[in-house]
């Protein structure tokens, strides 16, 4: 069964970092585009990084741009989104997604874009 289990979630003070980490299961996601999503409540889920399965192209979203950064290690079948200045407005739930194998890089997207979802991990910064 394919999994994405995200950790590395928690409680920060605003201008503190976290390393969210995605570790894939059930088989490889080395030829799959990944991304990080994030759902605030009462908010749509966004893209907020995405990550070609080579590691050469890779998305940011305005909101993280220049704080965020998104790499992958196909060795450990993982992926990592680095965020740092964190915002009380980055406040989420985040998300690990994978595209279909082989299909091409979305810079941004949608969750329709994306095929495999995992169960998110909450991310609270306060102010």
């Known amino acids: 069964q394919v999994q994405l289990v995200e950790s590395g979630g928690g409680l920060v003070q605003a201008g503190g970092s976290l390393r969210l980490s995605c570790a894939t299961s059930?088989?490889?996601?080395?030829?799959?585009?990944m991304a990080w999503f994030r759902q605030a409540p009462g908010k749509d889920r966004e893209v907020v990084a995405a990550?070609?399965?080579?590691?050469?192209?890779?998305y940011y979203s305005d909101s993280v741009k220049g704080r965020s950064t998104i790499s992958r290690d196909n060795t450990k079948n993982t992926v990592y989104l680095q965020m740092n200045n964190l915002k009380p407005e980055d406040t989420a739930v985040y998300f690990c997604?994978?595209?279909?194998?082989?299909?091409?890089?979305?810079?941004?997207?949608?969750?329709?874009?994306?095929?495999?979802w995992g169960q998110g991990t909450q991310v609270t910064v306060s102010s």
């Open positions: 997604s994978a595209r279909g194998i082989y299909r091409d890089f979305v810079a941004g997207g949608s969750i329709d874009d994306y095929d495999y």
């Open positions: 059930g088989r490889t996601f080395s030829n799959n585009a």
């Open positions: 990550i070609s399965w080579t590691g050469g192209r890779t």
